[in-house]
């Protein structure tokens, strides 16, 4: 025994620094199969929004003439996005959108902050009961509903008027906005609310001076949603909204700036760009928020 | 200032739980009362439901002569220091402390004031614009407290305020409580499982255990007349040991039979207490301390002695530590660390019989 | 009452403000008052805009065309009876099960290959790769559409490029169907490695590096250690894209609008068609209402897995 174990060392050795080498290499061909997978995915996720840049600094001519590879721009010119910009039609998209976006921006969060606060902490009969009814209508589609919704915005007569879609958008925001903040505030420990009670808040003041604080991030996370969702939705404007003057950009875009057989589509596509770039710019700069909202829905419930 | 009293106050938790079961305690103005007793014994509940953070089932607290029952916490003059400090994280350290005072609308000059006050007492004034985050456990701890110290309430409430510090940390707070309660003199019940904390804190000590108070007193009374047998095991450490005897009455003394090999005679003092109970089978409780080397020169009465074979023997550095088997209960001894004692060999030991106490093994009180 | 604030509330001080000696029981219940108060524009939301039109949609889809008389379940023998609705409730199911089992597995590779990769690069590969979910589907399908158009495609360029066939996007039924497919995958798989790649986080890598000393290889790791683990997020995942592509409109109508030949209907886009554009909105309705037994049985599911976390997590 003893003799084997000295005598082995030598064996041995050569073995280990095989094993060793082909560690090194599995490893090394691990993570060139990961960046081969991440550069194709990256070359299939941005070959859309690029080649819709591309196609939106071309004029008229070279789009219906291509002369070789389509992927690149010859004559680039801005001409596409100053035709835009100065088109009232176009301008009365993005404002629609904007104001449509920050009123359900603000309703939404006001319900969801007051709602996830008291099903959170304060508790009544029946709040059990609710918050599971919050994560079910988080399940219920906007597809399902539009249309004894067009009827009931119809009744209301906000059909074809930026109003009735404020009035349904929270359909797609509150629940998740709700759920999300129920998450962030049952985070914060007990004593927390414990030690304000004693220090004299009463409920709005424990709510607006130590809970909003403190679950900020939430609260952007949740904002950030709120946003995304309201300027990027499309089965309400396009059921509801068939004037114009009252659309918001998507149903816009989609439905104004298509006429005729013979598209313009350097215009088309520098709208599609136009109006995506907000949530792009929020995403750029609160990309962290942003994630973790998108997550928190699942982990968090 | 004021006195808390809690008269026959219950707790029962939604599903039946008695937490608290009819307690009375009288707390003094500027009385620092520590309730002590094992885990889940209910007195951080009685700890909130004087604070009014936990209704009331039964009974009624008042603070300062008025009963609170239906006081809300906020109209009930306290504070309190919790467990993990619950500081506000987004609020630096003067605004931590300020808060209480702005909701009750102080003058902003009176709010400074206090605070600067409360952090010259509590050495933070440095830290005053730091964010919690940026605060050690101690620090934090401090902080806590100032919180409680610029309200001047009429009480303060700990609850186990130094559980989350390490050890060394928790000594050198220790002793900062105490200098502020000598500052302030503000009535302070503190709830804590450390028993060495109740002992070096309190004026007075609750004993609690299954929501009832097993027995109240000063840290000293309740180490040398415990009243329980709860008591007599919580309260020392290490723990007293219990070791079933027979009392045995021999022409007018008493003595305590063991074993047949070893028989341990009263102290005449002693004998008329102990009389009535001739012939029972009792407990006989011994602290550690209580059982010694022999030493050459001491001839104190009442001391007895009796052989036993060590078979741990832990030196702790002040002391040794024994453990000997009798009968399948372990029996702990405290030697001077002078002494040479090895494990598995037969030393001669001296028990103090003016120090031991009876218990009745069918009510567990002490005799 | 207000003799009992006052003995309380010591004089001297700068008084509290007086909350007029406010009892402990009327504090809960004007606690439970309030809080009812603080959730009614949610209970508001949730009853009015989804409760009630969802109970509403029942009612009117058992309506004739002119919502004049009462057919109870006509809408829906006639849609069944159709050629084309059974084809709509088929291309529906196709659609989606494809959809979201490819971006499960293609969302799951990347959120694998994105961990594996050192932490300071994450940051920015995520970033790029999360643009398809971030652009607004409506606004990113139009570019698709720019790139499927039949005279104009830059994908054919790049297949007859490299020496491959001209491809009728979304002029042949097969091929149209494929393309609502792609888009879709394009657009969600990043949610999914998004999702998957939290997951993937939060599994401690002592695990990792425990199984490993037990002997497992690469392979076995994953099955044993990180499937495991992330089993709960994966199927409330899966089953919440379930819905959502089920329930997909925005691509449908900008790229195909259904057609060709009424082959690329899905639930919501023949709704569409029905309810709205040709006005018959009690069978627009009915149709949409065909997407409530899947959403039912999806929410069943998790509902369990959610409650079942609360009841490991108290
Ligand atoms: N909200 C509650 N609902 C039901 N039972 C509770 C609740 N809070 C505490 N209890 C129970 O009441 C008993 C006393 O709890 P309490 O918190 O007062 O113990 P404690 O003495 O502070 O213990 P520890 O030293 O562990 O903090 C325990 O048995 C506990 O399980
Ligand atoms: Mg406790």
């Known amino acids: ?80 996005y100053w035709a835009l910009i100065s088109d009232p039609m176009f301008r009365g998209f993005f404002f629609n959108s904007i104001k449509i976006t920050a009123a359900v921006v603000c309703v939404t969060m006001v319900i969801s902050v007051l709602a996830a606060f008291s099903l959170a902490r304060m508790k009544f009969f029946g709040s059990g009961l609710l918050a599971t009814g919050v994560f079910l209508t988080y399940l219920v589609p906007d597809t399902l509903l539009f249309i004894p919704l067009y009827q009931i915005v119809g009744g209301l007569g906000l059909l074809n008027s930026i109003w009735g879609l404020v009035l349904v958008y ?40 130590i809970f909003i604080p403190v679950a900020l991030p939430g609260i952007i996370a949740a904002t950030i949603f709120a946003f995304t969702v309201s300027w990027a939705a499309f089965v309400y404007p396009t059921a509801f909204i068939t004037r114009p003057d009252e659309m918001p ?34 995403y750029a700069f609160l990309m962290d928020y942003y994630i973790a909202g998108l997550t928190a829905g699942a982990t968090k419930g | 200032m004021a006195q808390v009293s809690i008269r026959k106050v219950v707790k029962e938790y939604e599903g039946g739980v008695q937490a608290v079961k009819g307690i009375n305690l009288e707390i003094d103005d500027h009385e620092f009362v520590v309730l002590v007793g094992p885990s889940g014994c209910g007195k951080s509940t009685t700890l909130r439901m004087i604070a009014g953070l936990e209704e009331i089932s039964g009974g009624e607290i008042a603070i300062g002569g008025g009963v609170v029952n239906d ?78 110290i610029v309200r001047d309430p009429k009480v303060f409430l700990f609850d186990e305020p130094l559980s989350n510090l390490d050890a060394k940390l928790r000594v050198q707070m220790r002793t900062e409580i105490k200098k ?106 011994i602290r550690p301390e209580h059982m010694t080397e022999v030493r050459p020169n001491d001839h104190r009465p009442g001391l007895a002695s009796f052989h036993a074979t060590p078979e741990v023997v832990e030196p702790m550095g002040a002391e040794t530590l024994l453990h000997f088997w009798k009968d399948g209960h372990e029996i702990c001894a405290k030697f001077d660390p002078g002494v040479a004692v090895e494990p598995g060999v037969r030393t001669p030991m001296a028990i103090d019989m003016n120090r031991m106490h009876l218990i009745d093994p069918k009510t567990d009180r002490v005799l | 009452m207000a003799l009992d604030a006052t003995t ?33 524009p949610l209970i508001a939301v949730i009853a009015g805009l989804v409760a009630w039109p969802a109970g509403y949609a029942i009612y009117l889809s058992t309506l004739n065309r002119r919502m004049t008389s009462f057919i109870g379940l006509g809408n829906f023998e006639i849609l069944l009876d159709s050629e084309t609705f059974r084809m709509v409730i088929w291309q529906s199911c196709i659609f989606a099960i494809t959809a979201v089992v490819l971006k499960a597995l293609l969302g799951f590779w990347l959120a694998h290959m994105l961990h594996h990769i050192p932490t300071k690069g994450q940051r920015v590969w995520r970033g790029m790769l999360l643009l398809p979910w971030v ?69 401690p890598d002592q695990l990792y590096e425990a199984a490993a000393i037990d002997g497992a290889t690469g392979w076995q790791g994953l099955r044993f250690v990180t499937l495991p683990m ?85």
Not at chain 2, 93 to 106: E, H, I, Q, T, W
Not at chain 3, 171 to 194: D, H, K, L, Q, Y
Request: aromatic share 10%; glycine share 6%; hydrophobic share 50%.
């Open chain 3, 230 to 314: 992330m089993r709960n997020i994966i199927s409330i995942t899966v089953l919440f894209s379930l819905i959502v592509t089920f329930a997909n409109y925005d691509i449908v109508r900008v790229l195909t609008n259904g057609g060709p030949r009424d082959l690329t209907h899905v639930f919501a886009s023949y709704a569409f068609q029905v309810g709205v554009l040709s006005g018959n909105i009690p069978r627009g309705a009915a149709v949409s209402l065909f997407m409530f037994p899947l959403l039912a049985t999806v929410a069943f599911f998790m509902l369990r897995g959610v409650n079942q976390r609360n009841r490991e997590m108290a």
């Open chain 3, 8 to 40: 309380i509330t010591e004089t001297g001080r700068p008084a509290a403000p007086a909350t007029g000696g406010m009892t402990l029981q009327r504090f809960a219940r004007r606690r439970s008052t309030i809080a009812f108060l603080m959730a009614l």
């Open chain 1, 1 to 80: 025994m003893m003799s084997a174990s000295a005598a082995s060392p030598s064996a041995v050795l050569p073995g280990v620094a095989r094993k060793v080498g082909s560690l090194r290499k599995e490893r090394r061909w691990a993570l060139i199969t990961a960046y081969v997978s991440l550069v194709v995915a990256a070359i299939v996720m941005l070959a859309p929004p690029f080649y819709m840049l591309i196609t939106s600094l071309k004029t008229s001519a070279e789009i219906s003439n291509p002369v070789g590879t389509p992927w690149i721009v010859r004559n680039p010119t801005l001409e596409n």
């Open chain 2, 180 to 285: 502020v309660h000598q500052t302030v003199k503000t009535t302070t019940v503190y709830v804590t499982h450390d028993q060495v904390e109740a002992m070096t804190l309190a004026d007075r000590v609750v004993v609690m255990n299954h929501g009832v108070i097993e027995q109240v007193g000063p840290p000293q009374e309740l180490y040398h007349h415990p009243q329980t047998k709860f008591v007599a095991g919580f309260i020392g450490s290490p723990a007293m040991n219990f070791i079933p005897t027979r009392l045995v009455e021999t022409s007018g003394a008493l003595n305590l039979e063991l074993s047949s090999d070893i028989v341990l005679p009263i102290p005449e003092d002693r004998i008329g207490r102990y009389k009535a109970h001739a012939g029972r089978e009792l407990l006989f409780g």
């Open chain 1, 249 to 282: 950009l998507t149903i816009g875009v989609v439905s104004q700036l298509i006429r005729g057989d013979t598209f313009a589509w350097g215009q088309l596509m520098a709208g599609a760009l136009l109006a995506a770039l907000p949530p792009v710019i929020v």
């Open chain 2, 71 to 148: 006081i809300p916490p906020r109209d009930r003059d306290i504070a309190m220091v919790f467990q993990n400090y619950a500081l506000y994280p987004h609020m630096s350290v003067y605004d931590n402390m300020a808060f209480g005072l702005m909701l009750r609308k102080f003058p902003k000059e009176e709010i400074r004031r206090r605070v600067e006050n409360a952090a010259q007492i509590l050495d933070i004034k440095v830290l005053l614009d730091r964010k919690p985050k940026a605060l050690s456990g101690g620090q934090r701890q401090r902080v806590a407290m100032g919180r409680a």
């Open chain 1, 170 to 209: 929270p359909t797609l925001t509150v629940p998740f906005c709700t759920w999300i903040m129920i998450g962030y505030f049952a985070s914060i420990p007990k004593e927390l609310d414990e030690a304000a009670l004693i220090d004299g808040a009463n409920w709005m003041q424990m709510l607006t001076k």
């Open chain 3, 135 to 203: 652009v607004p589907p409506a606004l990113s399908t139009l570019g698709w559409w720019w790139m499927f158009d039949p005279s104009y495609s830059s994908l054919n360029w790049l297949l007859t490029a490299m020496g491959g066939p001209s491809i009728p996007w979304l002029g042949e039924p097969g091929w149209a169907r494929a393309s609502v497919i792609i888009v879709n995958v394009w657009a969600g798989t990043p949610f999914f490695m998004i999702m998957y790649l939290a997951a993937l986080k939060s599994v």
